[in-house]
C-alpha cells in the first residue's frame, strides 16, 4: 500500500487489488496497556510525585533500592574490607583511648558545624563499637553490616556492585507532554533524571545461558530498546486502526458512491480492528500486515 502516514481520525477511502472498496480509520489508542505489563529483561524503577512510571515498587528513594542490592549481592567479608580500606565514604576505624579501651568507630563523610554555621567537610562518627576484635565485629552480632550499607553513598553502592548491577540512567521531559531518554535533555527548568532501568548479572545469565561482554552488550541495547518503547507509550504514540468494506446501498432510488458514502456508516461493515501499534509510521508498525492488498483512493 502506498501509504506511510495517516491523518488521525480521518476517514480513508482505499480500494483492494480485487476492485473492492474499504474505508480505514486510524487513531490514537489510549487504552493500551503498559509495556512494562509485558515480558522484560529491564527493571525499570522512577520516582516523580506527578506521574506513575515504570514498574511497581516500593522504595521510597533511588538510595534505598542500591542498598538493597549491596544486601542482595555483596558479601559480608567484601562490604567489611571495604569499610576498613576508607577508600570511599564510608570508614571503619579502630580506636584506643587514654585507658588502652580498644574499640571501633564507624565514620561517614560528610560535614561538620563550627563557628558562625560554617561547614567543612570531614569524617563524621555515626556508631561505636565496644569491641576491638575485628573477627567479634564480623562475626554479625554487632549488626555492623546493616550500619555500613546504612552509610553507603550511590558512588560507594556503585563501586561495589560494578560487576553485578547494570544500568541506564532514565531522564524526564515534561512540557506539554511528557517524553523519556536515557540520555540528559539539557534542560534543568523541564527535565531531570527520574530514575533507572537495570539488569542484574544473573538476569543476563538467565536470559542468555551465560554471563561474558557480547551478553552484557546485548543485554544494554535490550534495554535501551524498552526505554524506546516506553517512551512511545508515555507519549501516546501508539495506534488502533479499522478496517471496513463498502456495501453498496441507494439513496431514493439512486445507487451511492463509496465516495459519497464515506462519512455514512449504514454503507459499511466492519471486517478487522485491532490496536497496540507503536509509532505512527503504518508500514513500519506492522499495519500494513493485517490489511489486504490496497491502494489509496483520491
Known sequence: MNLRYIVLDENLLTRGSDGTYYRLRIGQDDWIDSPRDWSHLGHMLCWNRRYDLGDKHDYSGPIDFWHDMVREHIDRNTLFDYALSGDGSVR???????????????????????LRDKQKASWCI????????????????????????????????????????????????????????????????????????????????????????????????????????????????????????????????????????????????EIDSCGGFYGGDVTENGMTECWPEMEEVA
Open 92 to 114: 571503619l576505624q579502630k580506636e584506643i583511648d587514654e585507658d588502652g579501651e580498644e574499640s571501633y568507630e564507624l565514620c561517614y563523610w560528610g560535614y561538620i558545624s563550627f
Open 126 to 269: 555515626d556508631k561505636t563499637y565496644d569491641t576491638g576484635n575485628i573477627e567479634d565485629l564480623c562475626s554479625g552480632g554487632w549488626y555492623v553490616e546493616d550500619d555500613i550499607i546504612e552509610d553507603l553513598g550511590f558512588e560507594d553502592c556503585k563501586r561495589l556492585l560494578k560487576d553485578k548491577v547494570f544500568y541506564l540512567p532514565l531522564y524526564l521531559y515534561d512540557h506539554s507532554g511528557i517524553t523519556m531518554s536515557t540520555g540528559s535533555f539539557g534542560d534543568p527548568w523541564d527535565s531531570g533524571q527520574v530514575g533507572f532501568i537495570y539488569v542484574t548479572k544473573e538476569d543476563i545469565e538467565k536470559e542468555y545461558g551465560a554471563f561474558n561482554e557480547k551478553n552484557l552488550e546485548t543485554a544494554m541495547s535490550v534495554l535501551q530498546g524498552e526505554v524506546d518503547i516506553y517512551d512511545q507509550y508515555i507519549q501516546g504514540d501508539v495506534y488502533w486502526y479499522r478496517l471496513e468494506k463498502f456495501l453498496g446501498g441507494t439513496v431514493a432510488g439512486e445507487e451511492v458512491s463509496p465516495q459519497e458514502a464515506l462519512y455514512e456508516d449504514i454503507f459499511w461493515e
